[in-house]
């Protein structure tokens, strides 16, 4: 009886040396996990641990369902006080492992320690991820759903680079859990990307920021909308939505100011003059279209053109004011009419009402007798149109003052003279009247007279008749022979 309670307090020591756990208690069982190897031995100090000099030990696991295997080769050679169970398939469930040793054909009492076989756990967790890449990621949980606690490798998640990386949760000793896997996937960073918005006009509608990138990231702007008020460059911050593994961008918005659109002024022009086109582009390079679209100068006062740049130009509309000049008719006093050569008058080349110009023919001739029209052209740049004058150049009277006529001396003569109007003689000594066409000559020597005709129209010609005055002769008294 005393072998047999130093065989339990030595199995007893033995297993507390193995297994901190190890007890003979079934209402305290040692707790194993499925599938565990454990070493077991008793009498372990006697004869250098090859257990009592001429003992055997009988090891069974008495409850029914173990599938493992019971290796009793674990100590010296020959003995097997020393056993090593592997639990194999062995389904969870408590289990007795009995020994009883043999000493010269005499059995022991039955030595048990109760054995609880729990299930193998395998840990599980919340999925973790996906991060963005360059995120903060959490740590990593030590505990798992089922309590189980241990360590991961790697130790902690690295977002500095994108992919999919696998952590592996070892569990603590002393835990029936397996090892477990987690992967946890890097989202890479995506840069929004937008089309440029071209630029804008001052004071236009402008365009609604979009609020989904071209590809596929959602967000909002600051500023959230464009303001075309004020002319310059101004920048606008994306931010993606909450959630996505995307990075703030900018868009740099350019608001041209307005142009004025400038031209050479137009006009004056002269009524019913050729107007020029009105130009499409401006000075300063706008183009666009007019209304009215021509220059009418049919009716004369002050027209206003309105000019609309095209579409897609920074510009404003203007206007323009042309003057419609009333066309002046150039006035001169009448010249002429002129004797056939009489001294010409120089044309004027300035009207009695202040227009230059010059005239053709340019100067009067009077040499030949008839109507000559002369046109005179107003120099350009005044709203005057050409103007004539017809002259008229009357031809000489041909003026006869008759034959010569003789007469004695104290005789008298009629001289007549012909082809004009009015007639003035000269000299006046020896003849009545000295005008009119028809006079008495009684000159007392030969004379020779003029005759000045003048025509209805003032021209004037001349003739000359000799008076030839024949001497009377003396005769000397009559003498009878």
């Known amino acids: 009886m005393r072998k047999m309670l130093n065989l339990v307090v030595l199995l007893l020591l033995s297993l507390i040396a193995v297994s901190s756990y190890a007890q003979t208690n079934s209402s305290a069982p040692q707790i194993l996990c499925v599938g565990s190897v454990e070493p077991y031995q008793v009498d372990y100090t006697e004869n250098g641990g090859a257990g009592t000099t001429g003992s055997t030990y009988v090891w069974t696991i008495i409850t029914p369902g173990f599938t493992g295997t019971i290796s009793t080769n674990q100590g010296p050679s020959g003995s097997s006080n020393r056993i090593e169970i592997d639990w194999g398939t062995t389904p969870p469930g408590t289990y007795i492992l009995q020994v009883i040793e043999e000493a010269n054909g005499c059995p022991g009492d039955p030595i048990q320690l109760a054995i609880q076989l729990d299930p193998e756990v395998t840990p599980t967790f919340a999925q973790l991820g996906p991060f963005c890449q360059n995120s903060s990621a959490p740590g990593l949980p030590t505990t798992s759903n089922e309590g189980i606690i241990g360590t991961w490798s790697p130790a902690s998640i690295s977002t500095a680079t994108a992919g999919t990386f696998t952590f592996t949760f070892t569990p603590n000793p002393g835990q029936c859990a397996l090892p477990t896997t987690m992967d946890i ?44 008020a004020v002319a310059g460059t101004v920048t606008y911050t994306f931010t993606p939505t909450a959630g996505l593994c995307a990075v703030p961008v900018t868009l740099d918005i350019t608001i041209d ?121 107003p120099d350009p740049g005044q709203c005057a149109i050409p103007t004539t004058m017809v002259i008229v150049i009357n031809p000489l009277p041909v003026v006869d003052a008759g034959v010569n006529e003789t007469i004695c001396d104290g005789e008298s003569v009629t001289l007549m003279a012909s082809g004009a109007s009015t007639y003035a003689w000269s000299p006046a000594t020896g003849i009545t009247p000295t005008t009119g066409p028809t006079v008495t000559a009684n000159p007392t020597s030969t004379t020779t007279y003029t005759v000045t005709g003048t025509d209805a129209n003032g021209c004037v010609d001349t003739d000359t008749v000799d008076v030839i005055v024949n001497p009377t002769p003396t005769t000397s008294p009559i003498f009878h022979n």
């Open 185 to 228: 996937t890097i989202d890479p960073e995506i840069t929004p990307a937008f089309a440029a918005i071209p630029n804008i006009c001052q004071n236009s509608t402008a365009p609604t920021l979009p609020t989904t990138s071209t590809n596929g990231v959602t967000g909002t702007w600051s500023p959230a909308t464009i303001n075309t």
């Open 257 to 377: 100011p307005e142009i004025t659109a400038t031209f050479a002024q137009l006009g004056p022009l002269c009524q019913n003059s050729t107007a020029p086109a009105l130009p499409t582009t401006s000075q300063n390079g706008i183009t666009g279209t007019w209304s009215p679209s021509v220059i009418n100068t049919s009716a004369n006062g002050t027209f206003t053109f309105t000019f609309t740049p095209d579409p897609g130009q920074c510009a404003l509309g203007t206007t323009m004011s042309i003057v419609i000049d009333t066309e002046i008719t150039p006035v001169f006093t009448q010249l002429g009419p002129y004797c056939q050569n009489a001294a010409a008058p120089t044309l004027p080349t300035v009207s009695n009402n202040g227009i230059t110009g010059a005239w053709s023919p340019s100067t009067v001739d009077t040499a030949t007798p008839g109507t000559v029209t002369y046109t005179f052209t």
